[in-house]
């Protein structure tokens, strides 16, 4: 069974430029998260999608950030425009639709640099 | 609200050497807690995890209890190998799906 796919692995930009990650979860997970992952510290929450319905976005930063999960499969996370800060990992998770055992499948993560 | 600390790294040892990773909590209900680990180049992926109060989990060797009247969840492994090293998170959910991590901590295995 595959995993958690997400691409790029690494992208370098420059500041104010857009960027876009893109997570496939995994067949069958209704539920998939986008998490931020700072150098050091642990990964923090940035949306949460049951199906197609962002049902946690409370830790999104809306006036740059967006994300979508069109037919409540891929989704896609973008940044316009990006700032130096943004500069971490991107992580997405999915699982099941229950998701009441708590254990979430994380993908390798997307590297974003910002200079 | 939820939060999970754990002890900072990083922390190298020698194989067959005593791992202990401490890991503490704070949380309104009756949370779930986790152990994920990131080995390098690869995902964060589930170690082990205990639901309830008194729960160990268990999985290659890592054992964690959840003790409720000290709020805490520490990671242990009688004997270390190279394979583990790692980064480890303690993580705590308290309504099924929301995870909450703490900083995680950088284990190195010398061989």
């Known amino acids: 069974e595959a995993g958690v796919v997400q691409s790029p692995r690494y992208k370098i930009i420059e500041k104010k430029q857009p960027v876009a990650f893109w997570c496939n979860p995994i067949?069958?997970?209704?539920?998939l998260y986008w998490y931020l992952q700072n150098l050091g510290q642990g990964p923090e929450l940035l949306i949460r999608?049951?199906?197609?319905?962002?049902?946690?976005d409370s830790q999104l930063p809306k006036d740059r950030f967006s994300a979508e999960r069109l037919k409540g499969v891929d989704s896609t996370l973008k940044i316009q425009p990006a700032e130096l800060g943004d500069s971490a990992v991107y992580l997405c998770?999915?699982?099941?639709?229950?998701?009441?055992?708590?254990?979430?499948?994380f993908g390798e993560g997307s590297r974003l640099t910002v200079l | 609200g939820d939060s999970v600390t754990q002890m900072e790294g990083p922390v190298t040892l020698s194989e067959e050497a005593f791992l202990t990773i401490n890991c503490t909590y704070t949380?309104?209900?009756?949370?779930?807690l986790f152990w994920y680990v990131q080995y390098p180049g690869e995902g964060l992926q589930l170690l082990l995890k205990?639901?309830?109060?008194?729960d160990k989990g268990s999985n290659k060797g890592f054992e964690a209890t959840y003790r409720k009247e000290t709020t805490s969840f520490h990671l242990e492994k009688g004997s270390v190998q190279v394979s583990d090293s790692a980064v480890y998170f303690c993580?705590?959910?308290?309504?099924?799906?929301?995870?909450?991590f703490g900083a995680g901590t950088t284990v190195t295995v010398r061989a």
């Open positions: 998770a999915s699982s099941p639709a229950t998701g009441a055992t708590g254990e979430l499948f």
């Open positions: 067949s069958g997970h209704n539920t």
């Open positions: 999608y049951e199906n197609e319905e962002a049902v946690d």
């Open positions: 949380a309104t209900g009756y949370p779930s």
């Open positions: 205990a639901t309830k109060a008194d």
């Open positions: 993580a705590l959910s308290d309504l099924g799906y929301k995870l909450s």
